[in-house]
T-cell receptor
Framework: GDSVTQMEGPVTLSEEAFLTINCTYT??????LFWYVQYPGEGLQLLLK?????DKGSNKGFEATYRKETTSFHLEKGSVQVSDSAVYFC??????????FGTGTSLTVIP | NAGVTQTPKFQVLKTGQSMTLQCAQD?????MYWYRQDPGMGLRLIYY???????DKGEVPNGYNVSRLNKREFSLRLESAAPSQTSVYFC????????????FGPGTRLTVL
């Protein structure tokens, strides 16, 4: 069935380090792919999305490219900041009603 | 524009007690959802409502009931709470298109003793 697998955490990085969080998906058809971010004590909010193969989603210095051939949507940022500390969720949907979320990757950035 | 609001923020129940979690959205979205978030398991869909007047089961519906009161409001009821229902509950809403995102409320942290 449909699912999302993302990199286990927690991840701890120094400020200005390069970030990669891996995400692979299993889905029928051509899903839309999303990265959500959850700050402590808050609900999830959209970070970026890509709706078709080879699209690149980007926001706040984060990027992810829809790779259909490897069924992946890895999240990257060139230089992380302390304010990026949060939990990151990869997700996909084919229909807009049923979303499949990964288990989340906790990121801590230390000064 | 408040987005998605949830009440209460925190709740402690004893086993067997009942309660209703409330959710409302002011974005004129057609679809609304209830998820639970547990450590190491991500978000799991409990129920969703694709439009006013319809509801459907998600991945983990047992022990829950829902009501889509109108286009704005979608409530989740626990008739007889169990410790296994200790979790953080999130409501979300969206236009049900495959390209559209879901908007989440701030969550309700529920503890069942």
């Amino acid at each position: 069935g449909d699912s999302v697998t993302q990199m286990e955490g927690p991840v701890t990085l120094s400020e200005e380090a390069f970030l990669t969080i891996n995400c692979t998906y299993t889905a029928t058809g051509y899903p839309s792919l999303f990265w959500y971010v959850q700050y402590p004590g808050e609900g999830l909010q959209l970070l970026l999305k890509a709706t078709k193969a080879d699209d690149k989603g980007s926001n706040k210095g984060f990027e992810a490219t829809y790779r259909k051939e490897t069924t992946s949507f890895h999240l990257e940022k060139g230089s992380v900041q302390v304010s990026d500390s949060a939990v990151y969720f990869c997700a996909h949907t084919n229909t807009g009603n049923q979303f499949y979320f990964g288990t989340g990757t906790s990121l801590t950035v230390i000064p | 524009n408040a987005g998605v609001t949830q009440t209460p923020k925190f709740q402690v129940l004893k086993t067997g007690q009942s309660m209703t979690l409330q959710c409302a959205q002011d974005m004129n979205h057609n679809s609304m959802y209830w998820y639970r978030q547990d450590p190491g398991m991500g978000l799991r869909l409990i129920y969703y409502s694709a439009s006013e007047g319809t509801t459907d089961k998600g991945e983990v519906p047992n022990g829950y009931n829902v009501s889509r009161l109108n286009k704005r409001e979608f409530s989740l009821r626990l008739e007889s709470a169990a410790p296994s229902q200790t979790s953080v509950y999130f409501c979300a809403s969206s236009f049900p298109e495959r390209t559209d995102t879901q908007y989440f409320g701030p969550g309700t942290r529920l503890t069942v003793l």
